[in-house]
Nanobody
């Protein structure tokens, strides 16, 4: 079992940057793949970025490639999402998620709101 708490959301102008953090409880964090997802009003939740347990591999949605960077610090039980060149269409609630194996993500944070003004 792992508990996830996101922070770092807020209001930013288009072109600006934010860094989201997700702090995890438990001693098994370093064995979990982690991901950032987002859900905008009226839209389905979508995967933004994922990172393997060691950080060796990352994936990104096409819409954020080159602008967002996912990283993790296993010593701090924390995963990050650096978001640069933000656009109004990045506005959403951003969620951190974790899994130990398989395709489903059983562990979720409560979400943090990101609003990008034009």
């Amino acid at each position: 079992q792992v508990q996830l708490v996101e922070s770092g959301g807020g209001l930013v102008q288009a072109g600006g940057s934010l860094r989201l953090s997700c702090a995890a409880s438990g001693r098994t964090f370093s064995s979990y793949s982690m991901g950032w997802f987002r859900q905008a009003p009226g839209k389905e939740r979508e995967s933004v970025a994922t990172i393997t347990s060691t950080g060796a591999r990352t994936t990104y949605a096409d819409s954020v490639k080159g602008r967002f960077t996912i990283s993790r610090d296993n010593a701090k039980n924390t995963v990050y999402l650096q978001m640069n060149s933000l656009k109004p269409e990045d506005t959403a609630v951003y969620y951190c998620a974790g899994k130990s194996y398989g395709s489903t993500w059983p562990y979720w944070g409560q979400g943090t709101q990101v609003t990008v003004s034009s």
